[in-house]
């Protein structure tokens, strides 16, 4: 059974933690300081760490740095009281596996150390037997030679044959879709369909009858019964994108989906069961969702069984390369042009880029490239980084200098903030989704805003 040190200075709660996870059959070392609790890391043998983020002397950062720079795959599960989240978001950008919030029961602690610890030997296996197979994962249209993608296709062949829920995460255009649809096509349920839906595109109040379906007369209009996604997904895979938007008074119904793969259509009363593997994506942190209350805590834990993340462009810059040829020849194909490659300088060009709309966005450039290339191979010339400074793109105002841009006279962050959301209301003729991506923001980061500045919840029609 594997050791779990805990680095908590209020003793109570340290014997406490020790008792509950012992009482579970781990191991427990206890430290009260994080100098201490270094001492136990570089002698004992211990396989997770749980650390309070407040503690005397050293503080709870830097010992997960300290930790992190000893042994990097260590998972450190960080402990913070309410209103230090920011804290807590600056241990996950630090590489804290995950964080809890004071005060917490133990049965969530426990749940999240059972995660991390199962996520932990998931790529200790795969590891090793990649190393012993000297295996290299190879999918049908997929990219993937650096070490962080390899990783990602083993997870994605590990998992795939199950029937476990996956919540994929990853800036935009990172590949969710298309790992989404891997994990269909090498799953045992390839031969049934694969059934999406964006839980943003759809208003909010359509959303529910397209999942769920419903009956003949549940509402005006609905003069024939239709069955919704989940009940078109069975036997296969519904993939539910930006599941992040996904509004609360539905987020209950999908929770009972999930736990009991039953519902009942809009306006009917016999209950549906369906055999479906859920796979769920999104860009956004859910974890601010959840701080914000904007999401379940209990079906996020439903949805986060295997988490997969997908990282960014600039993070793997070593398949820029393969990527680029991928979509020469893709597109040389499907345009009928005859293109070779790719000169050195073209190449330095994307390889430097910081690729802000990742693979989407240099599968796009390259697209225009091979349209304008007029000799058999892509020259610098024929690529157009969009260099735009990130966030200003959309406003010319904003291309100002910062004394034309700054902030109007006599107003402050708070008061021009609430001007520019209820100015994104108004240009989006009062659609909350719409005003939502004017913003940059996703549907409940708005609705928070709104009831923060008092603007009421009404539903959108
Ligand atoms: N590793 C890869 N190899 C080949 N093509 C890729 C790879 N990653 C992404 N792509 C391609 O990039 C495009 C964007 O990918 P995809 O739509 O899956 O991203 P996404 O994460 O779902 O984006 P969004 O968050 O905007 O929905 C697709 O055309 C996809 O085929
Ligand atoms: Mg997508």
Redesign the pocket.
């Known amino acids: 059974m594997a050791t779990i040190l805990i680095v908590e200075d209020e003793p109570k709660m340290l014997r406490l933690l020790e008792l509950n996870l012992a009482d579970d059959g781990y191991s427990t070392r206890a430290a009260t300081t994080a100098e201490n609790g270094l001492k136990i890391l570089a002698s004992d043998k211990v396989d997770l760490v749980l650390s309070d983020v407040k503690l005397p002397g050293m503080s709870g950062l830097e010992f997960l740095q300290a930790v992190k720079r000893a042994n990097a795959a260590i998972p450190v599960v960080m402990m913070t009281a309410y209103g230090t989240v920011e804290t807590a978001v600056e241990a996950m950008k630090d590489g804290a596996s995950d964080f809890v919030l004071k005060p917490f029961s133990i049965e969530e602690i426990k749940l999240i150390i059972r995660k991390e610890l199962e996520v932990r030997r998931l790529h200790e296996e795969n590891r090793q037997l990649r190393e012993a197979l000297g295996q290299r994962y190879q999918f049908e249209?997929?990219?993937?030679n650096s070490p962080s993608?390899q990783e990602v296709l083993a997870t994605v062949e590990q998992v795939a044959p199950t029937n476990s829920t996956v919540l994929l995460g990853?800036?935009?255009?990172?590949?969710?879709?298309?790992?989404a649809r891997a994990i269909h096509q090498h799953s045992r349920r390839v031969n049934g369909p694969f059934i999406k839906i964006n839980c943003t595109a759809i208003p909010e109040n359509l959303l529910e009858s397209e999942l769920f379906g419903y009956e003949k007369g549940a509402f005006t209009g609905a003069v024939t019964a239709k069955p919704g996604k989940f009940e078109l997904a069975d036997k296969g895979t519904i993939f539910l994108?930006e599941i992040g938007d996904m509004p609360g008074s539905l987020q209950v119904k999908l929770l009972r989906v999930l736990q009991e793969r039953e519902f009942e259509r809009l306006g009917g009363t016999k209950t549906i069961k369906v055999d479906i593997r859920v796979v769920a994506?999104t860009?956004q942190d859910l974890r601010a969702a959840l701080e914000q209350g904007t999401f379940r805590e209990d079906l996020y834990y439903r949805l986060n069984v295997v988490p997969i993340s997908?990282p960014p462009l600039r993070a793997h810059k070593q398949?820029i390369p393969y990527?680029v040829d991928?979509f020469i020849k893709r597109f040389a194909e499907s345009s009928g042009k005859t293109i070779e490659g790719i000169t050195p300088e073209a190449m330095k060009l994307l390889v430097d880029f910081h690729w802000p709309g990742?693979?989407?966005e240099l599968?796009n450039i390259i697209e225009r490239a091979v349209v304008m290339a007029s000799g058999p191979r892509i020259e610098a010339g024929d690529i157009r980084l969009d260099v735009a400074p990130s966030g200003g793109q959309a406003n010319s105002q904003a291309t100002g200098n910062l004394a034309t841009m700054f902030l109007p006279e006599g107003m402050t962050l708070e008061q021009f903030e609430d001007k520019l959301i209820r100015e994104a209301l108004q240009r989006a003729g009062g659609n909350k989704s719409q005003a939502a991506r004017l913003l940059g923001l996703s549907r409940n980061a708005l609705r928070y805003r709104l009831s923060k500045i008092g603007v009421p919840d009404e539903p959108e029609s």
Do not use: C, Q, T, Y
């Not at 249209?141 to 993937?144: D, E, H, L, T, Y």
């Open positions: 249209n997929i990219v993937a993608m990853g800036e935009s255009g990172v590949g969710k879709d298309m790992i994108d994506a860009n997908i398949d990527l991928h990742n693979v989407r599968e």
